[in-house]
């Protein structure tokens, strides 16, 4: 399945869920007249007491259907500039510039406006409503439609396009139902689950399932946690909650997996305990101002544990500081396992992206990490995290030299050389790049197991820097015989760095 997003809305026709296809993960925002595609059936579901009722009957009146309306921008050149109705009108700006254009002939055509539908729910008597920001992204006007029929407009109090969330309001005259949050924490795989919403523009309507999975990461954004379920979900369904079997909102409907554009029974949904924190910023700021480190971060498996002497694997190993950054100030080191930040336990670099997110910038917290084999603690000033920086990345690359020669390292299936000055202006190096520039990567050993490519250059054996192929050799050599079952190289590549286990081979 491909890891490509893309965010959609069909004028008119069809409406926001995200779709996940083989080939394209898309969101599940529906409009008026679409045409539903055919459900794979839900078997086995057994409602408490016999019946789901009750609780459709408590939470269904606080379920909405949310309008959005999209000015569609009028047609126009690279420059900008809006195109006439000749169709000469190109030919004359590519040739002469906007000097000597014919003047149009009629007034531009008004642009075609575009609607869609999504879903929300009341979360407090003000009308306060909380939705998916894919559902009101770019939208010009906005529009609620009570479960009773009641039209209402609605006004954007602010949205988070990280964590696709967003807070509308709305002002009725008349009493507002709402729904509790619950606590998605404690839901687990295997329990019921309810999802109310508004698929293909029909009306309000209810599915029941279960929890398929918990954690999953679709990459549509950093803090990426969704609960997966069965119960059908479908294009219109976006920002509606699933609700437990005590009738509180567990999530908030978000995506589809779907070769069809229907369900397939395989839907997510951000669980209620990041929503609901996410929502208060957003109902107190209109904005939400996210932390940063500056450290670029990556699992610790079991072979990156083994080759820095950890006896489990669990943190986030930093592969990467960058200069300038809270974390370069406050002493961080590559090759840093961050185990522990504002005292919350780091299992994985999400937990570590989603703990420092969460932290006003500005404030000063104490990092819990391991270093060489001893455990310590840095305290770090939290940075502002903008839209342009990201907290980790992994990058690919290759480009190999033209000639190989130097050291070989068979334990692992490794040629390596030096950076000479010829290597060196080749690629394009930096005059202060040290290291060993791998050549050659044998199929059938470790390391090419592991991803190394040629071109990578290694600076790093177990968090030692290195600056020859003999030196790596020599490190990669004592590693094995110190019986360690793997060798931690932090390889760089396309100016960035990542830390790789290979493990040595058996025999």
């Known amino acids: 399945m491909s890891n490509i997003i893309r965010r959609h809305r069909v004028a008119a026709s069809l409406g926001a869920a995200l779709i996940i296809s083989p080939l394209v993960i898309s969101f599940a925002q529906s409009a008026s007249n679409a045409v539903p595609t055919t459900q794979t059936p839900i078997a086995g579901i057994a409602a ?37 109705n000749s169709p000469f009108d190109e030919y004359f700006r590519q040739f002469f510039g906007d000097q000597g254009m014919p003047a149009p002939q009629a007034p531009p055509q008004q642009a075609p406006r575009a609607e869609a539908l999504g879903s929300g729910f009341i979360v407090a008597a003000d009308g306060t409503i909380v939705t998916n ?14 479960d009773d029929g009641t039209e209402l407009p609605a006004k954007l109090v602010g949205r988070d396009a990280k ?26 795989t295997g329990d019921q689950v309810l999802a109310i919403g508004n698929p293909f523009g029909i009306g309000t309507t209810v599915t029941a399932g279960i929890v398929s999975a918990r954690g999953r990461d679709l990459h549509s954004g950093p803090f990426d946690d969704f609960i997966q379920i069965d119960a059908p979900i479908n294009h219109g369904n976006s920002g509606g909650p699933l609700v437990d079997v005590s009738g509180n909102v567990v999530g908030i409907n978000t995506a589809i997996y779907s070769p069809n554009g229907g369900s397939v029974g395989v839907g997510f949904a951000i669980p209620s305990d990041q929503a609901q924190k996410v929502v208060a910023k957003l109902m107190k700021d ?15 498996t079991p072979d990156v544990a083994s080759a820095i002497g950890l006896d489990h694997p669990g943190g986030a190993l930093v592969s990467q500081v960058n200069e300038g950054s809270p974390a370069a100030k406050a002493g961080v080191e590559t ?19 989603r703990a420092v997110a969460d932290v006003a910038p500005g404030a000063r917290e104490t990092l819990d990490i391991w270093r060489k084999g001893k455990a310590m603690d840095i305290s770090v000033n939290v940075g502002l995290n903008g839209d342009d920086v990201k907290t980790a990345s992994v990058t690919d690359g290759s480009g190999a030299p033209s000639t190989e020669q130097g050291s070989r390292v068979p334990a692992i299936g490794l040629g390596l050389m030096d950076i ?33 490519q040629p071109g990578d250059i ?21 590693a094995g015989k110190s019986g360690r079952k793997s060798v931690l190289l932090l390889v760089e590549r396309d100016g960035s760095q990542i830390y790789v286990a290979v493990p040595f081979a058996n025999g």
């Open 48 to 84: 408490p007491n016999g019946s789901f009722a009750p609780i459709v009957a408590a939470d269904k009146p606080a379920v909405v259907t949310v309008t959005t309306v999209m000015k569609a921008q009028p047609e126009s050149t690279d420059d900008g500039m809006p195109l006439g």
């Open 133 to 146: 920001n894919h559902v009101v992204d770019g939208a010009s006007s906005i529009k609620v439609t009570l």
């Open 163 to 188: 964590n696709d969330l967003a807070v509308l309001k709305i002002k009725s005259d008349k009493p507002l139902p709402t729904v509790k949050w619950g606590d998605s924490d404690r839901l687990m």
């Open 286 to 300: 209109g904005s939400i101002q996210y932390g940063y480190l500056g450290v670029e971060i990556q699992p610790v």
């Open 335 to 353: 090759g840093d396992v961050i185990t522990s930040f504002a005292g919350q336990d780091v299992k994985d670099p999400k937990d570590l992206s």
């Open 420 to 452: 000479t000055p010829d290597v060196r202006q080749e690629l394009n190096l930096a005059a202060n790049q040290h290291g060993a520039l791998v050549a050659s990567v044998n199929p059938d050993k470790p390391a090419s197991a592991s991803g190394i």
């Open 458 to 478: 290694i600076v790093a054996v177990n968090q030692a820097p290195v600056k020859t192929a003999r030196q790596v050799t020599q490190a990669i050599a004592q």
